[in-house]
């Protein structure tokens, strides 16, 4: 560590240094405290759900209740982990990461808790639009359908093939696939963007799409 990032970890900013100073008492002071650090959570846990439930699987009390257990989750890690601040950032800003956490960890455990409609056969059938691929006629939409459901059978690996149809075909959030999968955001991504890149060679190698299509 450079002497200029031991003096700026020694001296953070006067508001979060107040933070500090109020959490770290006893009495009335750290528990007004707590009061403001809940309800400033409170507000980001709320606009990060509505953020990420933009599809409208979640909303009303259930969204609240978990806007509220992802808030509690947050602020009792942050008490306990006051110590671990080093003042690189402003202390909402660093407090603000772990309620963000809460919530993507309690949206991803929640969605595999509800039913789900059962995977049909139209899906497959809008696959095509999700590559960019506009079949001339009925004849030509059924032969390109049953080629991406061969490359997905035969082309992917099997944790390719399971996130690519949770993820492209029925739409599950990315935080569900976190939960249920393992990893992170990116390495779904990576995973989702390796998969479609074997789809499409496929397309290419049947003559549903030109070389040059592939990327």
């Not at 100073?21 to 606009?47: N, S, Y």
């Not at 439930?53 to 942050?78: C, H, M, N």
């Not at 990461?97 to 809008?126: N, T």
Request: glycine letters at 6%; one cysteine or more.
């Amino acid at each position: 560590m450079t002497p200029a990032e031991q003096t700026r970890t020694a001296a953070p900013d006067h508001e979060s240094a107040r933070w500090l100073a109020d959490l770290h008492a006893t009495g009335p002071a750290r528990d007004a405290a707590i009061e403001r650090l809940h309800e400033l959570l409170l507000r980001v846990a709320r606009a990060e759900l509505h953020r990420r439930s933009a599809t409208g699987r979640i909303g009303g009390p259930e969204l609240d209740d978990l806007s509220y257990q992802a808030t509690a989750d947050a602020l009792v890690t942050i008490v306990g982990k006051l110590d671990t601040f080093r003042g690189e950032s402003r202390f909402t800003t660093w407090a603000c990461k772990f309620v963000i956490f809460e919530v993507s960890a309690k949206l991803g455990r929640h969605f595999w808790q509800r039913p789900h409609v059962a995977y049909e056969a139209e899906d497959w059938d809008r696959l095509p639009d999700r590559f960019g691929v506009e079949p001339d006629h009925q004849a030509h939409q059924r032969g390109l359908v049953q080629a991406l459901r061969r490359a997905v059978d035969t082309r992917l690996t099997e944790r390719q093939r399971a996130l690519f149809v949770a993820r492209v075909l029925h739409d599950v959030p990315l935080d569900a696939l976190v939960a249920k999968f393992g990893g992170n955001r990116n390495a779904i991504y990576k995973t989702l963007f390796d998969a479609r890149r074997k789809l499409r060679e496929a397309l290419v190698a049947e003559g549903y799409l030109d070389e040059g299509e592939v990327s």
